[in-house]
């Protein structure tokens, strides 16, 4: 079974500053991998989709990195907000999607 | 712009009850998802469709059941639900098999068994 994993499981951080957040994969076969944003209570919102032949996608001040063969991906958030607070999931297209369980972040204003 | 609904975004039912979440797209995607979300679980697929009429099951089918009549539309059944089943569901579709397989979300629908 493929396993995806999310580190930290929580993190609070002031206003301002620039985070990493961090998925690991099981499996370097992997199609796709995917960021999404959850607001408590909420759906999931689409933040960035990196194709595996790509090393990383921008967006605004997100930039998300992908190195298959370590299993790894990284998801950048440039100057953060308060407005950033919520719980950031990765998910990794083995021909299926496997999620991690997230990171809840706290921007303290 | 990219829409995924989900019929209802809270639902009470009582133990045995059959329970129908519909979902519906607008992007005429061929692939629909069902996942549930649980605290400490994160999201685990219960059943997906690539196409009208095809379903394969995901990680925890067991006690749910699914249905897709139209391609739009992605109905997932709990045959006689139970406290167990209390959780989000969240239904999820994307365009097709390829290189760029982006899954859309709808916005939940928090159920409880009582």
């Known amino acids: 079974k493929q396993e995806v994993t999310q580190i930290p499981a929580a993190l609070s951080v002031p206003e301002g500053e620039n985070l990493v957040l961090n998925c690991s994969f099981t499996d370097s076969a992997i199609y796709n991998l995917q960021w999404f944003r959850q607001d408590p209570g909420k759906g999931l919102t689409s933040l960035l989709l990196?194709?595996?032949?790509?090393r990383e996608q921008t967006s605004g001040r997100l930039n998300a990195s992908l190195d298959k063969s370590s299993g790894r991906s990284t998801l950048y958030i440039a100057a953060s907000q308060p407005g950033d607070s919520a719980t950031y999931l990765c998910a990794v297209d083995f021909n299926k999607f496997y999620f991690g369980s997230g990171t809840k972040l706290n921007v303290k204003p | 712009d990219v829409k995924v609904t989900q019929s209802s975004r809270y639902l009470v039912k009582r133990t045995g009850e059959k329970v129908f979440l519909e979902c519906v797209q607008d992007?005429?995607?061929?692939?629909m998802f069902w996942y549930r979300q649980d605290p400490g679980l994160g999201l685990r697929l219960i059943y997906f469709s690539y196409d009208v009429k095809m379903k394969e099951k995901g990680d925890i089918p067991e006690g749910y059941s699914v249905s897709r009549e139209k391609k739009e539309r992605f109905s997932l059944i709990l045959e006689s639900a139970s406290t167990n089943q209390t959780s989000m569901y969240l239904c999820a579709s994307s365009l097709g098999t390829g290189v760029l397989v982006e899954q859309y979300f709808g916005p939940g629908t928090r159920l409880t068994v009582t």
């Open positions: 992007m005429d995607h061929e692939n």
């Open positions: 990196i194709q595996s032949s790509q």
